[in-house]
Structure formats: C-alpha cells, structure tokens
C-alpha cells in the first residue's frame, strides 16, 4: 500500500509543491515548525529508514534536498536552514528542511505554526521561484 508521501507526489493528495524532479519532491510541511518548513522525499521509494536506501537515491536525494534548501534560504529571511531526519511519523524516507533564527527552531516540541492556504501558496511559490534560478 502506498504511503501518504506517495500519494501526494503522484498528485492524488493536493501539496504545497516547492521543487520537483524526475526522483524527488519537495513540499511544505501542512504543520510546519517556521514558514517554509519543507519535506523532500524520493519518489519511487517508500523505504522508512534513510539509511536503507540504495546509494543513488540516497546521494540524489541529498542533492536535490541541496539546491532546495538554497532556494529556500534565498526565498525566507533566516539565518540558516536546518535539517532533521526522524522518520518515525511517516513510514516514508523524508528529510524535514527548517528555515531557522537560533537552534530552538528545530525542537519538534515547538509549538507549530498555523497558516491560511493563502500563506501556503505564497511561501511554496516565492521558494520554488528561487528554486527555478538555480
């Protein structure tokens, strides 16, 4: 069966889409810790533990989580993007990206952000932008 993550790469569960490749996907976390809290997953794999993954998917994956995270950085006022991989919510491989102010930023016991579908769209367009330049 396939995961939520999946899913929503295929298009059969609406996202907030920052960056896409032929074997990656980025999108905005719906319960994000800072705007343009971002999950970057590979496509074709649902593997829970990232470290399970097949050296190509694993250094792609990590590329492509790259060049999101540049454009994030040049899209959100932050002092840096931080990176988490938990993997426990989502049996699905993602790596979290955090546009941080200070280390706190990236505690998962924070209480997370609530925004309007318009702040989603606008923080997801004005990344992918950047993500265009690069």
């Known amino acids: 069966m396939a995961t939520i993550f999946t899913k929503i790469a295929k298009g059969e569960i609406p ?78 491989t993602h790596i979290h990206l955090v546009p941080l102010q200070s280390e706190n930023d990236l505690n998962f016991r924070n209480e997370h952000l609530k925004l309007s579908d318009e702040e989603f769209k606008s923080i997801a367009e004005s990344i992918n932008k950047e993500y265009e330049k690069l």
């Open 15 to 92: 996202s907030w889409k920052v960056a896409e490749s032929e074997d990656y996907y980025a999108f905005l976390d719906i319960s994000p810790l800072a705007k343009g809290h971002t999950l970057v997953i590979p496509k074709n794999v649902e593997d829970d533990y990232i470290f399970n993954l097949d050296e190509k998917t694993y250094e792609g994956l990590w590329a492509f989580a790259r060049k999101v995270a540049r454009a994030q950085k040049a899209a959100i006022p932050c002092k840096r993007i931080g990176v988490a991989v938990l993997g426990m919510e989502v049996p699905h």
